[in-house]
């Protein structure tokens, strides 16, 4: 057998060893565009991750402002949003809710309703840690007997007597075991959609005789009602390095504690009025004409405030400083049952309950950031 030779036998030999390259292969990247990955990779890798102390103030950030956020805006916001809804094909949702509240009008002032499960959400641990706050046991309460708990001052937001009162992050319980404590607050607020359910659910009631009297009488024992004495005529005079409350005539809380046989125990917040800075506008001027006028409408003072900002500490916003707030609670003033007291035993256990408060300011005032020779002015 012979082969024919020649470059046409060569050819053919070579397509038959030759390797087949896919004409569809993508073709390789160029050397630059890997180089610029490989770059862009080394570059992220360096970028320094957040430490856990960064996480933890981001958390305690957040955690305070969605607090002032559902505070200063869920009413409103839920208001206008529901009436927004009536002029939409929504409006059911707007009527279905409108039944609900008028069904639903007195449980703010018969004990609320209390969700455990909000009050130990973890996020006010992180609320707790931001400014930090403090809560100080010095006498016990008995769980036989019901309190009515002086909270002083009022300040801006009320920031301790809801972290003490409501969160539970400080452990009022494990403190006063056996002791329920509820915190009141304006009863206007009830009456705005969304955000009364939000304040049920932590265990703020109305300011009201009758919510109050049924948590003395229909509530049985260890209940412990935490009352802002000042209101909202002491958050005008609330800026830091000044500690006035407004006590002198505020005599209703005695009434009540000497009607439902409950003892008053005076509480202080030291560093409430450390949180914000105020716009305070002079007596007689018509700026403070038109706050005071607001208060006598709608039963709070319109305060031009300001805090930090979210983003630095050096900007302004509505957050509030982190300042230390260290609440102390004092020891109880026993009070007897007297359905119908004359005004005269009213006024001594109105005096019997400044004097407590006053010693418990005067022995803690230096321990929690006070100079000795500050003084806490009643007026």
Not at 306 to 319: D, E, I, K, N
């Amino acid at each position: 057998m012979t082969f024919s030779g020649g470059s046409g036998g060569e050819s053919h030999w070579q397509s038959m060893t030759a390797p087949q390259v896919p004409l569809d292969d993508p073709p390789c990247p160029p050397a630059g565009s890997r180089a610029s990955v490989q770059s862009a990779l080394r570059t992220l890798l360096a970028v320094p991750w957040p430490s856990q102390r960064d996480v933890r103030s981001w958390l305690q950030l957040l955690s305070v402002l969605q607090w002032v956020l559902s505070f200063l805006l869920l009413g409103p916001v839920s208001l206008l949003l529901l009436i927004y809804l009536v002029f939409t094909s929504f409006w059911p949702i707007s009527a279905l809710y409108l039944a609900w509240i008028i069904l639903d009008w007195d449980t703010p002032e018969r004990g609320g309703r209390r969700l455990l499960c909000l009050q130990r959400w973890p996020v006010w641990r992180h609320f707790r840690d931001y400014f930090p706050v403090k809560l100080v046991k010095t006498h016990d309460l008995s769980p036989s007997h019901n309190y009515i708990i002086g909270s002083h001052p009022h300040g801006i937001l009320c920031v301790g007597a809801f972290c003490n009162f409501i969160t539970g992050s400080t452990g009022f319980r494990e403190m006063f075991p056996g002791i329920q404590p509820f915190l009141t607050t304006l009863a206007g607020n009830f009456r705005l959609p969304l955000f009364r359910e939000y304040l049920m659910s932590g265990g703020l009631c109305p300011v009201t005789r009758r919510a109050i009297g049924y948590l003395l009488s229909q509530n049985g024992t260890g209940n412990a009602v935490a009352i802002v004495i000042g209101g909202a005529a002491e958050s005008l005079s609330c800026r830091p390095g000044v500690t006035t409350l407004i006590l002198k005539n505020r005599k209703g809380f005695v009434r009540m504690a000497l009607q439902y046989g409950a003892n008053l125990v005076p509480s202080f917040s030291f560093g409430e009025n450390d949180l914000f800075r105020q716009v305070v506008f002079e007596e007689g001027g018509w700026m403070r004409s038109i706050q005071l006028h607001f208060q006598k409408m709608l039963g709070f003072a319109p305060c031009v405030f300001y805090g930090r900002g979210v983003t630095s500490v050096h900007s302004r916003g509505l957050l509030p400083y982190a300042r230390p707030i260290t609440t102390v609670v004092g020891e109880p003033v026993t009070v007897p049952k007297i359905e119908d007291p004359s005004q005269e035993t009213v006024d001594m256990y109105h005096e019997m309950y400044v004097r407590s408060l006053l010693k418990l300011f005067n022995e803690n005032k230096t321990k929690y950031g006070m100079a000795e020779t500050d003084e806490l002015h009643i007026v």
